[in-house]
């Protein structure tokens, strides 16, 4: 069974950094693509970036030039640097793959950017 598993969230100023993680297991994790959403409170789920099982990596606009996605498929992980966070940036973050129609989620973690 498929299972993904987000950490890194938490509390941090505007202008801070944080790193996301999505640890996977149940899958063979370097034949899958991945991706990163949010939601916002009273907001509807958003893609935030997504990377190809060979490494191509695409970004949402409000994101380009301050988040970065990756992943090492040694360590069955996907990660999210996120830089030069704003207050905007406020929501829980999920991790999400699909496979043969179905799209398996994380539980989510929480971003907050507040002074």
């Known amino acids: 069974q498929v299972q993904l598993v987000e950490s890194g969230g938490g509390l941090v100023q505007p202008g801070g950094s944080l790193r996301l993680s999505c640890a996977a297991s149940g899958m063979i994790f370097s034949i899958y693509g991945m991706g990163w959403y949010r939601q916002a409170p009273g907001k509807q789920r958003e893609l935030v970036a997504s990377i190809s099982s060979g490494g191509i990596t695409g970004y949402a606009d409000f994101v380009k030039g301050r988040f970065t996605i990756s992943r090492d498929n040694a360590k069955n992980t996907m990660y999210l640097q996120m830089s030069s966070l704003k207050p905007e940036d406020t929501a829980v973050y999920y991790c999400?793959?699909?496979?043969?129609?179905?799209?398996?989620w994380g539980q989510g973690t929480q971003v907050t950017v507040s002074s």
């Open positions: 999400k793959t699909s496979w043969g129609g179905i799209d398996y």
